[in-house]
């Protein structure tokens, strides 16, 4: 093994960016934390168990990675607060497993994904002296990154140990009544679980892609901003970005399982100047299993592709209905991540980044394509294997 990675706590440091912070007024109580060695979900399930809250009282925009030192920020209604008996009582408790660095107050809680992103800064530990073709290598990898992106893969947070979440999916997927009822407020955990299905044949095809070479095609669903809330939504042909009504679309198609656009609800094109990159960012997407589900027009290249993924997933009428059942909708997500900001040097035979990511991305990921080709022990030991099934 040539590096190891999270060695130490400060060899990996994540810091939460809101779009904006906290104003200061409002009826939600906002918390800035530093934990070291824990998981975002150790720190709740800490907080529920000290308060009796439920899940859905405590409001995070990410899950944050266990090993290393992260900062983000928790949120809890005045209400709650005032029930377990306020700032005091509540952040003498939280100091006992975290650092408490920032209060602050707003109007909105937060959820899950709506960060902007977090920035990081990593230190790659040489266990021995580091050749210079190593280094070369490693350079290079750092460039390919820079200027491609790399998969947009989901971690093993998704995931769990030897994917023991995917599998347990996987099982109730198979073995579930369609008829079954489900309270959607006490199944929370369920449904993450449920959602390790979808990520895992996301991270097949967004590989399968990489892997292929297969970088754009004809049919992809775009979207122009990488997180893909309120986004302009359009499919990719021959050069330019054909944009339609992604959410009237989605509201005239509500009762399908699956649905396309035809070509007569194509509207305002936008043309490529190279590549995906244009006067507004374009991102190809890959689908997101469950009801509901965009997917690439039948005349596509992209649908091929896409169909081969459903095919692999069993992606049929049953996966659908569990969709339904458990309030599971399809969603497209963008197949590649660009990374901003990375600034890299190299401290003897140490490699030290900083650099930022958007939303719902994993910078382990990151590290995975720079460290690709360059040492599979180092791969394996750090637990740097990008989780998938063949």
Aim: aromatic share 12%; proline share 4%.
């Amino acid at each position: 093994m040539l590096f190891q990675v999270k060695h130490q706590p400060e060899d990996f440091i994540v810091e939460e960016l809101l779009p904006q912070l906290p104003a200061g007024q409002g009826d939600i109580f906002y918390v800035y934390i530093e934990k070291r060695n824990l998981t975002t979900m150790e720190v709740v399930e800490f907080l529920q168990r000290s308060f009796h809250l439920s899940r859905e009282d405590i409001g995070i925009a990410g899950l944050k990675d266990k090993v290393g030192i992260t900062r983000q920020w928790i949120s809890l209604f005045k209400r709650k607060l005032e029930q377990i008996g306020g700032e005091s009582a509540f952040l003498a408790v939280l100091n006992e497993q975290v650092n408490v660095l920032q209060t602050s107050r707003g109007t909105q809680p937060l959820r899950v994904g709506g960060n902007a992103g977090n920035k990081f800064t990593v230190r790659l530990r040489a266990t021995s002296t580091v050749s210079e073709p190593v280094k070369m290598l490693i350079e290079k990898n750092i460039e390919n990154v820079q200027t491609k992106g790399f998969p947009n893969c989901f971690w093993t947070q998704r995931f769990w140990k030897r994917n023991k979440n995917f599998w347990e999916a996987k099982n109730i997927l198979t073995n579930q009544s369609t008829n079954e009822q489900v309270n959607i407020g006490e199944h929370y955990h369920l449904r993450f679980m449920l959602q390790a299905y979808a990520s895992m044949y996301f991270n097949v095809y967004a590989m399968m892609r990489r892997e292929k070479g297969l970088h754009l095609l004809s049919g992809d669903i775009m979207v122009n901003r990488y997180y893909a809330t309120w986004a302009q939504v359009g499919i990719y042909q021959e050069g330019s970005v054909k944009t339609f009504d992604y959410e009237q679309m989605k509201q005239k198609n509500a009762d399908k399982a699956m649905w396309s656009v035809f070509p007569d609800d194509l509207h305002t094109e936008y043309e490529l100047t190279s590549g995906w990159n244009s006067t507004l960012q374009w991102f190809p997407t890959g689908p997101m299993l469950w009801w509901n589900l965009l997917v690439a027009p039948k005349w596509s290249k992209a649908n091929v592709r896409e169909e081969q993924l459903f095919a692999l997933a069993a992606y049929d009428e049953q996966l659908w209905e569990a969709g339904k059942r458990y309030h599971l909708r399809g969603v497209r997500r963008p197949l590649w991540v660009q990374v901003d900001d990375l600034q890299w040097k190299w401290e003897g035979d140490d490699v030290c980044l900083q650099f930022s990511l958007p939303t719902g991305s994993y910078a382990t990921v990151l590290l995975a394509f720079i460290l690709a080709e360059v040492d599979p022990l180092t791969l394996k030991d750090n637990k740097l294997e990008i989780p998938r099934i063949e």
